[in-house]
């Protein structure tokens, strides 16, 4: 069975600094994918990053990096300097090997709030 | 491109009535995905077609709730009737019906059972 926790259920944090956000998945599969979403207030999910398996790299955009070990089953993401439009709910997901045709697992979400 | 639509955004309701939600997944996706999500936790999936096929229904209350895809296109799903806790957000999402294809996200039906 896949399960991805998320044990922070809301950070805040003033304008500009720099925040993480946990996420540690679990997973009986060899070959799998790593994703975090967005969902700000208007309720749409928006896609973040997708991450396999074999790829442990970090990966930066911008302001926002991807932290991926697998020896900890950690996929944590940072945002560098945050600011007011990164307030949102965020969520860490997880898929077997066949991402394109099957479920996402979802963690509860962290609801970051960046204070201006 | 238009993304997945969803109708209608909000709806609310009396326990026991139905209440039907409609998707339109994006031109040519073939799988597409019913989730629930429950307030302060993550979407849980409750269907998955691939064209007019089920795929994944095991986690759909299957006495109350129905879900379908007649020509593969867009899809309906129901609840008859509902209870205070189908109180949620039903998000639907679709994809390529290849693997390495990302889930695409509608904006979602807020659904309130009073």
């Known amino acids: 069975a896949q399960k991805v926790t998320q044990a922070q259920t809301e950070i805040s944090v003033v304008e500009k600094e720099d925040v993480t956000l946990d996420c540690v998945y679990e997973?009986?599969?060899?070959?799998?994918?790593l994703f975090w979403y967005k969902q700000p207030p208007s309720g749409e999910l928006v896609f973040l990053i997708r991450r396999n398996s074999f790829d442990e790299q970090n990966e930066i955009s911008g302001r926002y990096s991807w932290n991926f070990q697998k020896s900890t089953s950690s996929f944590n993401f940072t945002i560098t300097a945050s600011q007011v439009v990164d307030s949102a709910v965020y969520f860490c997901?997880?898929?077997?090997?066949?991402?394109?045709?099957?479920?996402?697992?979802f963690g509860t979400g962290t609801r970051l709030t960046i204070i201006p | 491109e238009a993304g997945v639509a969803q109708s209608p955004r909000y709806k609310i309701i009396e326990k026991r009535q139905s209440v039907a939600f409609w998707c339109n997944p994006i031109?040519?996706?073939?799988?597409l995905y019913w989730y629930q999500q429950i307030l302060g936790q993550g979407p849980k999936l409750l269907i998955q077609?691939?064209?007019?096929?089920?795929?994944?229904d095991s986690q759909l209350p299957k006495d109350r709730f129905s879900a379908e895809r007649l020509k593969g296109v867009d899809s309906t799903l129901k609840i008859q009737p509902a209870k205070l806790e189908d109180s949620a957000v039903y998000l639907c999402?679709?994809?390529?019906?290849?693997?390495?294809?990302?889930?695409?996200f509608g904006p979602g039906t807020r659904l309130t059972v009073l």
């Open positions: 997901a997880l898929s077997g090997p066949n991402f394109g045709n099957e479920k996402l697992t």
């Open positions: 997973t009986r599969d060899t070959t799998y994918y």
């Open positions: 031109s040519g996706h073939a799988t």
């Open positions: 077609f691939q064209n007019n096929g089920v795929v994944d």
């Open positions: 999402a679709s994809s390529f019906a290849a693997s390495g294809n990302e889930q695409f």
